[in-house]
């Protein structure tokens, strides 16, 4: 039986478990530099030294205008490789693969870091405010997508075993793929194949300069707006050469898709299940959603409904869950209050920190 300790393969690397660490971005870690801090390498030291088999590094920039705020950590310049160098010495240390996954917000990015970009012209009214996207033209398309391979090479220099296009979310990439945002009518809009290629030709680019053993995984969407639709975007990225489909949620309501077959696991999760089913054998999937208990986990990896469970908040919670959940010890649990959840200008306080540093005392 598959459990939550087995080693799996993933691209060229031998991950120890099936635990991973989900990107979450820390705004107030760094500044406007975008540079890796003395407090970033310490969270992430801490998290491989916990168990977590793989280590996705937050939602990195690869562009300055492309960031959520002003305080992002980024790879758009040769001068921030220096710092990534000690986020993955510290864990390879701690016997972890480590990737970092590479963003652009695209519509959505803070429009005091550069403009509102994405395939098409729409008009959004959010709480950022009201504004007019720009469409981006196709040298531009070239140019964006030249950023995130510049910043896979920086990556790669800078000592990480893969990246993660980040492909989900309503960002740029998402963007791209989504039939409700992307409206062009050239080869990067219409049909899945052509609404995928933003991204898959960023791929193939990276799989040709970083080489065979460069880990690349894509964080798709998981519906966008069918599940048919975004597993066909997800063959175009695992024909490019993605070697891991990491699935998350895209831009449209979970109430447009059905129940999963197994009442026990909720749409969310259920979205790497379904891929899963789709894609077994020939690319590793994970699932992320609401994965807050060790049992939770072992259901989804000992029923074999995806191949890694991927972990944001109940590590953000406690480092050490991986160990624990594989060893049966402590530890502390999310308490689901979502103040950890992100803005640049919100207070980050994690009761769960408060009370293991309490125990600690
Ligand atoms: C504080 C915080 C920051 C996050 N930052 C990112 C990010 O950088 N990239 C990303 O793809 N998802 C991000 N997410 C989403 C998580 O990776 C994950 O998909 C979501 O929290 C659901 O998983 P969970 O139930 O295990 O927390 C973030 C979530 C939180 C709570």
């Given at each position: ?47 491989a ?16 205008g ?5 305080n ?86 800078a ?83 993605c ?24 749409k969310f ?93």
């Amino acid at each position: 039986m598959v459990t939550l300790d087995t080693p799996i393969k993933i691209g060229n690397f031998t991950v120890k478990n099936r635990i991973t660490f989900a990107p979450t971005v820390k705004f107030d870690f760094t500044d406007d530099s975008g540079l890796v801090t003395d407090k970033l390498v310490e969270h992430y030291k801490e998290r491989a030294l916990g168990g977590a088999g793989l280590i996705c590094v937050e939602a990195t920039a690869v562009l300055p205008g492309g960031r959520f705020g002003k305080n992002h950590m980024g790879l758009w310049s040769d001068e921030q490789i220096e710092g990534h160098k000690r986020i993955t010495k510290a864990c390879h240390d701690a016997n972890a693969v480590v990737i970092i996954q590479l963003n652009h917000a695209g519509y959505v990015c803070n429009g005091d870091c550069g403009p509102h970009v994405g395939p098409s012209e729409i008009e959004i009214d959010s709480y950022a405010g009201k504004y007019t996207t720009h469409a981006l033209t196709l040298d531009e398309v070239h140019e964006y997508q030249k950023a995130y391979v510049d910043a896979a090479v920086r990556a790669q220099k800078a000592g990480y075993d893969g990246i993660q296009l980040h492909g989900c979310h309503g960002y740029l990439i998402n963007q791209f793929v989504s039939p409700t945002n992307n409206f062009r009518t050239d080869e990067y809009g219409g049909n899945a194949k052509n609404r995928a290629r933003f991204a898959s030709e960023i791929i193939s680019s990276i799989r040709d300069l970083c080489g065979p053993d460069f880990l690349i995984s894509v964080r798709t969407t998981g519906f966008d707006k069918t599940v048919e639709d975004a597993i066909e975007v997800a063959e175009e990225y695992v024909n490019a050469g993605c070697d891991y489909l990491q699935v998350s949620a895209g831009m449209t309501s979970f109430d447009e898709i059905d129940d999963f077959k197994d009442p026990q696991i909720d749409k969310f999760p259920s979205l790497g299940c379904r891929f899963k089913d789709h894609f077994k054998g020939r690319v590793p999937v994970s699932n992320v959603g609401g994965i807050l208990t060790p049992e939770r986990a072992k259901y989804f990896i000992e029923n074999e409904y995806v191949d890694t469970v991927d972990l944001a908040r109940a590590i953000l919670a406690d480092p050490d869950f991986p160990n624990a959940a594989i060893t049966g010890g402590n530890y502390t649990k999310c308490f689901q209050c979502k103040a950890c959840q992100y803005g640049p200008f919100t207070n980050h306080v994690c009761p769960a920190e408060m009370v293991r540093k309490k125990a600690e005392v």
